[in-house]
């Protein structure tokens, strides 16, 4: 048995009269959380409301149409302490009904603005960006920002955690149930994806990494060439994917002094300004058809600051600058 929480608030819309064609965007909360260890996640879209993120698009000049947050199933029992695949079933469902919502507002001609909630729901979004393009024969490119590669498999994983598991489900590399939601996989050619920011990985993703030949821009790199230049190879590297690419921004990435409401954190992550340069070139260099941030957790936050600046960096990702 399984206990359906979550009703979606009716969607409503915010107009902003000097909206510019194209400036339309279509934001799905995802209050996800059993994809991870630590509770909290789940109110990340609640949070970032709270934090303005709607109200401060439509002063940016965007059309603003909020779904409210997805229904979830979620588990009347825990998992058991060995599951390699926690929870899978109802992340599985989850994936399958974000994939089916971010195709709708594609076909909205909205840009998909998906607001969770823990990692693992980046297999629903780019499920849903990527069955929508491959309808009319484009790939997708990808920027994925993470402290963490989430590069795992059911085979590889420490934890049973599908939050750790993603990048390497959208690449085909895992159970089947999270390869081969919408249909069809694998959904991403690693020649046009992009890992951004990581400082913790295992020992399978590292071979994974390897197999794949995926980019990974480490901390170290990005320390010894600056964000400036390695988020240019980032976005070049990205672009050469016929739609477009799609941009998915763990806070974990972050340094836990700016960004303290993760549940993963880990020192020596971007700074305040290193990120929000990354999501500044972004929206200079155009290309982005879809964005996602995650894992805000509001359990502990200070003061709402993490969602705050989430909602700060996804201004900048869509054209907000300083003059």
């Not at 260890?37 to 609640?46: D, F, K, S, T």
């Not at 393009?133 to 059911?154: K, Q, V």
């Not at 690449?171 to 951004?196: M, N, W």
């Not at 020992?203 to 170290?220: A, D, K, S, V």
């Amino acid at each position: 048995m399984n206990e359906v929480q979550n009703e979606r608030p009716q969607a409503f819309p915010l107009k902003q009269v000097s909206a510019e064609s194209g400036k339309r965007i279509g934001v799905v909360g995802v209050p996800l959380d059993f994809g991870a260890e630590v509770a909290g996640v789940g109110l990340g879209p609640a949070a970032m409301r709270v934090a303005g993120l709607n109200h401060r698009l439509a002063q940016l000049g965007y059309e603003v149409r909020d779904l409210g947050d997805l229904r979830i199933v979620r588990p009347t029992e825990m998992a058991a302490p060995n599951e390699r695949l926690r929870y899978l079933k109802e992340i599985t469902q989850t994936c399958e009904d974000l994939a089916i919502e971010v195709r709708a507002v594609l076909a909205q001609n909205e840009l998909p603005l998906v607001i969770g909630g823990d990692h693992a729901i980046a297999m629903g979004t780019i499920s849903g960006v990527a069955s929508f393009y491959r309808e009319r024969n484009e790939s997708i490119g990808l920027i994925w920002f993470d402290a963490h590669a989430d590069m795992n498999t059911h085979e590889t994983t420490p934890s049973g955690n599908i939050h750790g598991m993603p990048l390497a489900a959208m690449l085909g590399y895992g159970a089947s149930e999270l390869t081969q939601i919408a249909g069809f996989a694998p959904k991403l050619d690693p020649r046009f994806c992009v890992h951004v920011g990581a400082r913790d990985v295992d020992q399978g993703e590292r071979e994974l990494i390897r197999r794949t030949g995926i980019r990974f821009i480490t901390m170290r790199e990005i320390d010894e060439r600056g964000m400036s230049s390695c988020m240019d190879e980032a976005i070049e590297i990205a672009r050469q994917a016929a739609a477009g690419f799609h941009v998915t921004f763990d806070v974990d990435a972050l340094d836990p002094a700016d960004a303290p409401g993760s549940g993963t954190v880990v020192r020596g992550g971007f700074t305040y300004r290193e990120a929000h340069l990354a999501m500044e070139k972004i929206a200079e260099a155009g290309g982005m058809i879809s964005l996602e941030i995650v894992e805000i957790n509001t359990t502990l936050d200070v003061n709402n600051k993490t969602a705050a600046l989430g909602v700060e960096l996804v201004l900048s990702a869509l054209g907000k600058t300083i003059l």
